[in-house]
């Protein structure tokens, strides 16, 4: 017959207890620490988020202001056109109706 030490898995079963034990307590340090890290990283990732909103709309507005120039430039030009065709159209119609 099998002979069972009891003592030994008492001994065991405490051994395995303390070890959980500990490791637990190592891992609740581990994720406080982790948190406080995480607080600061989150307080950066709000300013970094800001700045690039900053930068994000001068880009925007830089870009707006050119477009909108180029815009002026363009309607103008096409205004003039328009102007010289009408009066090319008007002067075409003068001749045709001027007595000869």
């Known amino acids: 017959m099998h002979c069972f030490n009891w003592t030994t898995r008492r001994s065991n079963d405490a ?20 948190f406080l890290g995480a607080q600061d990283s989150a307080k950066q990732d709000m300013k970094d988020a800001g700045q690039e909103t900053k930068e ?28 010289e065709k009408t009066e090319d159209g008007a002067q075409k119609v003068k001749d045709k109706t001027d007595p000869q």
């Not at 303390?18 to 490791?23: I, P, Q, R």
């Not at 202001?65 to 102007?83: Q, W």
């Open 15 to 34: 051994k395995i207890k303390k070890l959980v034990g500990h490791s637990m307590l190592i891992m609740l340090m581990l994720t406080e620490t982790s």
């Open 56 to 83: 994000a709309a001068k880009d925007t507005g830089k870009a707006t202001k050119k477009v909108a120039k180029k815009t002026g430039h363009a309607v103008k030009k096409g205004t003039h056109k328009a102007s």
